[in-house]
């Protein structure tokens, strides 16, 4: 199983991007599926949790109402569309898949996201 983030780049403050998270070797649709970001010298953070059926399960307060996540089980694709970047959104990001035992077993490399003002 791979999964592989994409999309990241170099934007400026208020801009928008978004990341997709595309997999090979497992099928998406049924798995919840997370994105997380670490900046650096920070701890790994969830930002957001997306159900099997699409229904968003969780959002962090840090980037609710700027950010929301999708899929297209037909791609085999989930996606994180990010709005009104800020600098403290710099970071590298990673999407994971949740097992049926609510672990999130495979990671994709991350891509890194820089906002400057």
């Known amino acids: 199983v791979q999964l592989q983030a994409s999309g990241g780049g170099s934007v400026q403050v208020g801009g928008s991007l978004r990341l997709t998270c595309s997999a090979s070797g497992r099928t998406l649709s049924g798995y919840n599926m997370g994105w997380f970001r670490q900046a650096p010298g920070k701890e790994r953070e969830s930002i957001a949790t997306?159900?099997?059926?699409?229904?968003?399960?969780y959002v962090a307060d840090s980037v609710k109402g700027r950010f929301t996540v999708s899929r297209d089980n037909v791609k085999n694709t989930v996606y994180l569309q990010m709005n009104f970047l800020k600098p403290e959104d710099t970071a590298i990001y990673y999407c994971?898949?949740?097992?049926?035992?609510?672990?999130?077993?495979?990671w994709g490399q991350g891509t890194l996201v820089t906002v400057s003002s």
């Open positions: 994971a898949t949740k097992n049926g035992a609510g672990v999130y077993d495979y």
């Open positions: 997306l159900g099997w059926s699409g229904r968003t399960t």
